[in-house]
């Protein structure tokens, strides 16, 4: 059983940074893709961005490319969404969702590809 703990949110000025983790408590993390999701209050869900099971694929939304980087470490336990220059807009709950082997693209940017999913963490990002 698969079961994630997203952390490192928190509040942060505009232009500043902050690194999420998502971790899996219960086994490694190497073959599983994860995904993150972001959703702010009163609008749906979105992709913000994904890595496939083997790291060899990152894929990002259109409007954090080149802001926010998803890296997952040696050992594959944890994966990490480095944020840079935050922006207000960028304030929402940041959670991570995980799939078996996944791989595809096409696939990862969507959110009911994932069969696991974390509580969540709060981003505020103020002006």
């Known amino acids: 059983q698969v079961q994630l703990a997203e952390s490192g949110g928190g509040l942060v000025q505009a232009g500043g940074s902050l690194r999420l983790s998502c971790a899996d408590s219960g086994q490694s993390f190497s073959t599983y893709a994860v995904g993150w999701f972001r959703q702010a209050p009163g609008k749906e869900r979105k992709f913000v961005a994904a890595?496939?099971?083997?790291?060899?694929?990152?894929y990002y939304a259109d409007y954090v490319k080149g802001r926010f980087t998803n890296s997952r470490d040696n050992a594959k336990t944890t994966v990490y969404l480095q944020m840079n220059s935050l922006d207000p807009e960028d304030t929402a709950v940041y959670s991570c969702a995980a799939q078996r082997l996944g791989s595809q693209a096409e696939m990862l940017s969507r959110g009911n590809y994932y069969q696991y999913w974390g509580q969540g963490t709060q981003v505020t990002v103020s002006s």
């Open positions: 890595i496939s099971w083997s790291g060899g694929g990152t």
